[in-house]
């Protein structure tokens, strides 16, 4: 678990640093990364920069600054 909040605090500053990656591009090397480290259910979405869902953490910025890839886990 620890490994894992590691990988997702690295994703989000590595997210902040790569603003204008396409969203989908990064939700995609989020997703094999999480993966990596066997978590069995979670949803990644692409949202609104400050839409994200109250339940969700934002693992990564993109489109300019514009969206956020919003993470949830279960």
Not at 1 to 20: C, E, N, P, Q
Not at 28 to 48: F, M, T, W
């Amino acid at each position: 678990m620890k490994k894992f909040l590691l990988a997702v605090g690295l994703l989000s500053i590595a997210g902040t640093a790569m603003a204008a990656k396409d969203c989908n591009e990064l939700k995609s090397e989020i997703d094999a990364k999480i993966k990596v480290n066997g978590v069995p259910a979670y949803s990644l979405e692409i949202v609104d920069k400050g839409a994200v869902p109250a339940d969700h953490t934002v693992v990564g910025s993109c489109g300019g600054g514009t969206k956020e890839i919003a993470y949830k886990r279960g």
